[in-house]
């Protein structure tokens, strides 16, 4: 792992540097302001300050700084205002003093010796010192560690806050709250601060999830894998300076605490007496929250003498109390690093005291945890019977929970433990056989899908399939299952010989079962053979009249009908499917429905409904534990749903979801896809590491067909988002040869839409014929396939009629991006007519000139466009020549202004900024700049990345060094100064950086 010492970007911190421009603001409205900045060690106190104080440069502000020293309550004396007033001399001379060197000289002895009368003097001498500076502009004074400020430091400092109160003077203060003990001298001096007006106290939260990864990935230049991101989120809990440590090693995984980490965390432990000391020793065994009465039984002390040293320890600040009345280490590094500071021979006795302790009174730990507490004590205390019997029990626990990823590791461990205890068979009352089974139906369940391939490759190894038909089958439709998943092959063997197995077995509820699974494998494959057995598991269960295999039948069913008639006659089926598992209770089978109906509902253009399937079957894969399967599923069929509405932040927010549970192989390709969808269309620079990591999956040896030709989508659009028209072509002459274009209308006709456009883009008339041929010979039974065929024929053929029927198409489906590219096009189809009509003559003169300036002039606005996926193609010649072309025939422009304002106000509002870009610049173009949203002159031209972009140009840094401070290459530096430079209408860097400041595009 390679990466940064610090974070050069402030993270989650966007509502706190608020907090502290909003009070500068009030300090140039002659309004005395102070913020004290409060938060644990390494949240990130300073570096907020040192941000704010970052984003004042330029500015009328004169900014001075003070640092209090750890030299105890008796130290140096007035320490900050010392170190601000010596930085201030260096910069300006004593000429600044005004004469008041004497009075001032308690602060800074070279500058002679003090008056008698010292204190009085000298605060006078600061408020007047203060109040010179910030009378000529805003003056921001920054204290920092007040916790460590000595008496006369707090009393100038209340001095200036409750009695001088300098009208344009803004004080910031830092404290740590883990350093203030319940005696410490700050805690009443920031109560009384509290109560003066213009007081403000500001607390610094911890980072949450989103905010780790979005560091770690400025950390280590690179998006972070979801795995490492739990890791570091559970381990530093927020903290950024935690966060950083854990980067800065040399651990790919952040498994070990990095030593001086370490050697920190318990540099505060060690300075605690001897008594509390082994007390957080004794704590540390039980975890990071422990209750009084199990510290107790183990710790064998008198109650005075535990409660003191647990005084001692909350006094420090590295164990709080809890409303339980429980306790909770603050930091779970600190347990962590004094749990790995045990003996060996301690760890491993403390570890049985506990497990004793909780098997004789399992009250002692909270309600359904006393089954995992004790195998985890007896698995640490190294005892291998005992550890092996309990992490059964407690793995049996765990999945009555449905808390598959916890009964996963359990049941590893019971495996890593067999070989050690020689009568493990006897002890647990299963065969080694039978253990293998369950873990790898517990992995699969986990989404552990790797791990459950190897379980169920041994266990197919020690099994006799003809003697046990029934579980033979069961492995090996998961074999196919799991074959399936990592894309290694498409199952079919495995599927076969489980059918012919099968068909052997008994009659049973269990056969319903497995034949329900086989035909549910089967339908990614073969949907008649996958028919064929969900009729036979029909018929087994219309024999048994059991409801629950009734429920898997028809599931199995109604999913098989899914790809064999058009969904809206398999829509009843599914539902009544769908219905009978709610009433049984089946939960597993019931969110399997509810995958299969909201996929259905999205197909046939019922976007809402799509949604609500959707979000209740993500209620319920969350409590049958199957949310990495599943529930990664639903959360992908929610946001595809999500984003054809145009609600693009929820369903970037479902797809958060889904990273964050980390499905394997190719479940997580459900939501990268559409993730990298969203991130190209909004042209954000961490699109195409996305799309790499999608595109990889084409390499794998099998993939099923909707997937393959989902991701081929993708490809053609990051290809058409490249601006290189060549490549476009190319991608859509792959996709075109996927033999599954001519049976899957639905993943179809997306893909001819971005080849026609493709195909334009290139002038490729044999590329446009192959479409033509394709988009005749397939289906268009949706609102949605309707669409995107009324596209492509406006893209090959061209004109305003062709664009305004793709227009009303997209009206009626409803995808709103979509909707908005259609009528970019049909705005610049309009200008296009108009200007030919005005120009027929000259058109008719120049008719070969012309069509080769159309498409150089195409191909510019296409790179115009460049970060947008589905962004329409532009015909920027007559486009170059409209508003002349209009001016000249009285054309009605109101009709392109409002399609132009349609379109710009659906892409702000999906963020979409490329294709807010290629309107505006096609209105522009146009003489329609009415047609964006009215902003101030200047400032609605730049999108929130230009603007960073433009304030490093502004700070003279070249593109090697934008691309390095934003974590962008050169390449994408040199296009946003590019863009910079055209849409500020400026021939070069230095005019950009002028008109910027002018207009105050920097501000804020």
Same mark, same amino acid.
């Given at each position: 792992?390679?990466?940064?010492?610090?974070?050069?970007?402030?993270?989650?911190?966007?509502?706190?540097?608020?907090?502290?421009?909003?009070?500068?603001?009030?300090?140039?409205?002659?309004?005395?302001?102070?913020?004290?900045?409060?938060?644990?060690?390494?949240?990130?106190?300073?570096?907020?300050?040192?941000?704010?104080?970052?984003?004042?440069?330029?500015?009328?502000?004169?900014?001075?700084?003070?640092?209090?020293?750890?030299?105890?309550?008796?130290?140096?004396?007035?320490?900050?205002?010392?170190?601000?007033?010596?930085?201030?001399?260096?910069?300006?001379? =004593?000429?600044?003093?005004?004469?008041?060197?004497?009075?001032?000289?308690?602060?800074?002895?070279?500058?002679?010796?003090?008056?008698?009368?010292?204190? !009085?003097?000298?605060?006078?001498?600061?408020?007047?010192?203060?109040?010179?500076?910030?009378?000529?502009?805003?003056?921001?004074?920054?204290?920092?560690?007040?916790?460590?400020?000595?008496?006369?430091?707090?009393?100038?400092?209340?001095?200036?806050?409750?009695?001088?109160?300098?009208?344009?003077?803004?004080?910031?203060?830092?404290?740590?709250?883990?350093?203030?003990?319940?005696?410490?001298?700050?805690?009443?001096?920031? !109560?009384?601060?509290?109560?003066?007006?213009?007081?403000?106290?500001?607390?610094?939260?911890?980072?949450?999830?989103?905010?780790?990864?979005?560091?770690?990935?400025?950390?280590?230049?690179?998006?972070?894998?979801?795995?490492?991101?739990?890791?570091?989120?559970?381990?530093?809990?927020?903290?950024?300076?935690?966060?950083?440590?854990?980067?800065?090693?040399?651990?790919?995984?952040?498994?070990?605490?990095?030593?001086?980490?370490?050697?920190?965390?318990?540099?505060?432990?060690?300075?605690?007496?001897?008594?509390?000391?082994?007390?957080?020793?004794?704590?540390?065994?039980?975890?990071?929250?422990? !209750?009084?009465?199990?510290?107790?039984?183990?710790?064998?002390?008198?109650?005075?003498?535990?409660?003191?040293?647990?005084?001692?320890?909350?006094?420090?600040? +590295?164990?709080?109390?809890?409303?339980?009345?429980?306790?909770?280490?603050?930091?779970?590094?600190?347990?962590?690093?004094?749990?790995?500071?045990?003996?060996? !021979?301690?760890?491993?006795?403390?570890?049985?005291?506990?497990?004793?302790?909780?098997?004789?009174?399992?009250?002692?730990?909270?309600?359904?945890?006393?089954?995992?507490?004790?195998?985890?004590?007896?698995?640490?205390?190294?005892?291998?019977?005992?550890?092996?019997?309990?992490?059964?029990?407690?793995?049996?626990?765990?999945?009555?929970?449905?808390?598959?990823?916890?009964?996963?590791?359990?049941?590893?461990?019971?495996?890593?433990?067999?070989?050690?205890?020689?009568?493990?068979?006897?002890?647990?009352?299963?065969?080694?056989?039978?253990?293998?089974?369950?873990?790898?139906?517990?992995?699969?369940?986990?989404?552990?899908?790797?791990?459950?391939?190897?379980?169920?490759?041994?266990?197919?190894?020690?099994?006799?399939?003809?003697?046990?038909?029934?579980?033979?089958?069961?492995?090996?439709?998961?074999?196919?299952?799991?074959?399936?998943?990592?894309?290694?092959?498409?199952?079919?063997?495995?599927?076969?010989?489980?059918?012919?197995?099968?068909?052997?077995?008994?009659?049973?509820?269990?056969?319903?079962?497995?034949?329900?699974?086989?035909?549910?494998?089967?339908?990614?494959?073969?949907?008649?053979?996958?028919?064929?057995?969900?009729?036979?598991?029909?018929?087994?269960?219309?024999?048994?009249?059991?409801?629950?295999?009734?429920?898997?039948?028809?599931?199995?069913?109604?999913?098989?009908?899914?790809?064999?008639?058009?969904?809206?006659?398999?829509?009843?089926?599914?539902?009544?499917?769908?219905?009978?598992?709610?009433?049984?209770?089946?939960?597993?089978?019931?969110?399997?429905?509810?995958?299969?109906?909201?996929?259905?509902?999205?197909?046939?253009?019922?976007?809402?409904?799509?949604?609500?399937?959707?979000?209740?079957?993500?209620?319920?894969?969350?409590?049958?534990?199957?949310?990495?399967?599943?529930?990664?599923?639903?959360?992908?069929?929610?946001?595809?749903?999500?984003?054809?509405?145009?609600?693009?932040?929820?369903?970037?927010?479902?797809?958060?979801?889904?990273?964050?549970?980390?499905?394997?192989?190719?479940?997580?390709?459900?939501?990268?896809?559409?993730?990298?969808?969203?991130?190209?269309?909004?042209?954000?620079?961490?699109?195409?590491?996305?799309?790499?990591?999608? +595109?990889?999956?084409?390499?794998?040896?099998?993939?099923?067909?909707?997937?393959?030709?989902?991701?081929?989508?993708?490809? +053609?659009?990051?290809?058409?988002?490249?601006?290189?028209?060549?490549?476009?072509?190319?991608?859509?002459?792959?996709?075109?040869?996927?033999?599954?274009?001519?049976? =899957?209308?639905?993943?179809?006709?997306?893909?001819?839409?971005?080849?026609?456009?493709?195909?334009?883009?290139?002038?490729?008339?044999?590329?446009?014929?192959?479409?033509?041929?394709?988009?005749?010979?397939?289906?268009?039974?949706?609102?949605?396939?309707?669409?995107?065929?009324?596209?492509?024929?406006?893209?090959?053929?061209?004109?305003?009629?062709?664009?305004?029927?793709?227009?009303?198409?997209?009206?009626?489906?409803?995808?709103?991006?979509?909707?908005?590219?259609?009528?970019?096009?049909?705005?610049?189809?309009?200008?296009?007519?108009?200007?030919?009509?005005?120009?027929?003559?000259?058109?008719?003169?120049?008719?070969?000139?012309?069509?080769?300036?159309?498409?150089?002039?195409?191909?510019?606005?296409?790179?115009?466009?460049?970060?947008?996926?589905?962004?329409?193609?532009?015909?920027?010649? $007559?486009?170059?020549?409209?508003?002349?072309?209009?001016?000249?025939?009285?054309?009605?422009?109101?009709?392109?202004?409002?399609?132009?304002?349609?379109?710009?106000?659906?892409?702000?509002?999906?963020?979409?900024?490329?294709?807010?870009?290629?309107?505006?610049?096609?209105?522009?173009?146009?003489?329609?700049?009415?047609?964006?949203?009215?902003?101030?002159?200047?400032?609605?031209?730049? $999108?929130?990345?230009?603007?960073?972009?433009?304030? +490093?140009?502004?700070?003279?840094?070249?593109?090697?060094?934008?691309?390095?401070?934003?974590?962008?290459?050169?390449?994408?530096?040199?296009?946003?100064?590019?863009?910079?430079?055209?849409?500020?209408?400026?021939?070069?860097?230095?005019?950009?950086?002028?008109?910027?400041?002018?207009?105050?595009?920097?501000?804020?």
């Amino acid at each position: 792992m390679t990466a940064q010492a610090h974070s050069e970007v402030l993270v989650g911190r966007e509502s706190d540097l608020a907090a502290l421009r909003d009070a500068l603001k009030r300090t140039r409205s002659a309004e005395p302001s102070t913020v004290l900045v409060g938060g644990e060690a390494g949240v990130g106190k300073t570096r907020l300050v040192e941000e704010f104080r970052r984003g004042l440069a330029g500015e009328p502000v004169r900014v001075l700084t003070g640092q209090c020293l750890e030299l105890g309550e008796e130290g140096l004396p007035f320490a900050p205002f010392a170190g601000a007033v010596r930085d201030l001399l260096r910069a300006e001379g =004593t000429g600044v003093l005004d004469g008041q060197q004497r009075e001032l000289a308690l602060l800074l002895p070279e500058l002679g010796p003090p008056p008698q009368q010292q204190r !009085g003097l000298l605060f006078e001498a600061v408020a007047a010192l203060l109040g010179r500076l910030s009378a000529e502009q805003p003056l921001v004074l920054i204290i920092e560690d007040l916790h460590w400020a000595d008496r006369s430091t707090r009393d100038l400092i209340g001095f200036l806050v409750r009695a001088a109160r300098l009208p344009q003077l803004l004080l910031i203060a830092t404290y740590r709250t883990d350093e203030l003990h319940r005696g410490h001298p700050l805690r009443p001096f920031l !109560g009384e601060l509290d109560r003066v007006r213009g007081v403000q106290r500001h607390e610094l939260d911890r980072l949450d999830r989103d905010g780790t990864a979005e560091m770690l990935a400025h950390l280590l230049g690179a998006e972070p894998d979801p795995a490492v991101v739990d890791t570091v989120n559970d381990r530093a809990q927020g903290i950024p300076f935690f966060i950083e440590q854990f980067a800065g090693s040399a651990d790919p995984a952040c498994g070990d605490i990095p030593a001086t980490l370490r050697d920190l965390l318990l540099s505060r432990v060690d300075q605690l007496p001897e008594p509390a000391q082994r007390v957080l020793r004794v704590a540390a065994v039980g975890g990071t929250q422990f !209750g009084h009465e199990l510290l107790t039984r183990v710790a064998g002390m008198e109650e005075a003498d535990l409660e003191a040293a647990l005084r001692a320890a909350v006094a420090a600040q +590295l164990v709080v109390v809890l409303d339980d009345g429980g306790y909770e280490f603050r930091h779970a590094l600190v347990r962590e690093a004094v749990h790995d500071d045990l003996l060996p !021979g301690e760890h491993g006795r403390l570890h049985a005291r506990y497990a004793r302790a909780v098997e004789a009174e399992p009250h002692l730990v909270g309600i359904g945890r006393a089954a995992a507490e004790i195998a985890h004590h007896w698995h640490a205390a190294r005892d291998h019977p005992r550890a092996l019997v309990t992490a059964k029990v407690a793995a049996d626990e765990a999945g009555r929970r449905y808390a598959w990823g916890e009964q996963a590791r359990l049941l590893d461990r019971v495996l890593e433990l067999w070989e050690d205890v020689p009568d493990a068979a006897a002890q647990l009352g299963i065969d080694h056989l039978d253990l293998l089974e369950e873990a790898a139906l517990v992995a699969l369940d986990a989404g552990d899908h790797m791990r459950a391939l190897s379980l169920t490759r041994a266990a197919l190894g020690d099994l006799d399939a003809e003697a046990e038909p029934l579980r033979a089958g069961r492995l090996l439709v998961r074999r196919a299952k799991l074959l399936r998943s990592a894309g290694k092959a498409d199952g079919r063997a495995e599927c076969e010989e489980a059918f012919r197995l099968l068909l052997g077995a008994p009659r049973g509820t269990d056969r319903v079962r497995l034949l329900a699974d086989l035909a549910h494998v089967l339908a990614g494959i073969d949907r008649d053979r996958a028919a064929e057995v969900a009729d036979a598991a029909m018929a087994d269960a219309a024999e048994l009249g059991d409801l629950r295999a009734v429920v898997m039948a028809e599931m199995a069913y109604g999913l098989a009908c899914a790809g064999r008639i058009p969904p809206d006659e398999a829509l009843p089926t599914i539902r009544a499917a769908v219905e009978r598992a709610r009433e049984a209770g089946d939960l597993p089978s019931l969110t399997r429905g509810l995958v299969n109906l909201s996929d259905q509902l999205y197909e046939t253009g019922a976007y809402e409904e799509s949604v609500a399937a959707a979000a209740e079957g993500l209620q319920d894969a969350d409590r049958a534990g199957v949310s990495r399967t599943n529930g990664t599923f639903l959360r992908a069929n929610y946001a595809e749903a999500l984003i054809a509405l145009g609600r693009w932040d929820e369903a970037d927010a479902r797809l958060a979801e889904a990273a964050r549970l980390c499905p394997p192989n190719a479940l997580a390709l459900h939501w990268m896809r559409l993730r990298a969808h969203i991130r190209l269309a909004r042209g954000r620079d961490d699109a195409e590491a996305l799309v790499t990591r999608v +595109l990889s999956f084409l390499t794998r040896p099998f993939l099923l067909n909707e997937v393959r030709l989902a991701v081929h989508e993708l490809r +053609l659009a990051a290809a058409l988002a490249s601006g290189d028209p060549e490549a476009a072509a190319e991608a859509a002459r792959s996709s075109l040869a996927e033999p599954a274009t001519k049976a =899957t209308p639905r993943y179809t006709w997306p893909i001819l839409s971005l080849a026609a456009r493709a195909a334009h883009q290139a002038d490729d008339k044999a590329l446009a014929q192959a479409i033509r041929a394709r988009a005749a010979a397939l289906p268009r039974r949706f609102p949605a396939e309707r669409a995107h065929a009324a596209q492509t024929e406006a893209h090959l053929e061209g004109g305003e009629p062709a664009w305004q029927a793709a227009v009303d198409a997209w009206r009626t489906d409803g995808h709103q991006y979509e909707l908005a590219t259609a009528l970019l096009s049909l705005a610049e189809s309009q200008a296009a007519a108009h200007a030919h009509t005005a120009h027929a003559h000259a058109a008719h003169a120049h008719a070969a000139h012309a069509h080769t300036d159309a498409r150089v002039a195409d191909a510019r606005l296409a790179h115009a466009q460049a970060a947008t996926a589905h962004a329409a193609h532009a015909h920027a010649a $007559t486009a170059a020549t409209a508003h002349a072309a209009t001016a000249h025939a009285g054309v009605d422009r109101a009709a392109i202004a409002s399609t132009l304002a349609e379109a710009i106000a659906i892409a702000e509002s999906l963020g979409a900024t490329p294709l807010i870009e290629a309107a505006d610049t096609l209105a522009r173009r146009l003489g329609l700049r009415a047609a964006a949203t009215p902003a101030t002159p200047g400032t609605e031209l730049l $999108t929130a990345r230009e603007r960073e972009v433009l304030r +490093l140009v502004a700070e003279g840094h070249s593109n090697s060094r934008i691309a390095t401070t934003l974590y962008i290459s050169p390449k994408t530096a040199s296009v946003h100064v590019s863009r910079i430079i055209a849409k500020l209408e400026v021939t070069n860097r230095v005019e950009a950086a002028a008109v910027a400041h002018r207009l105050g595009l920097l501000d804020g």
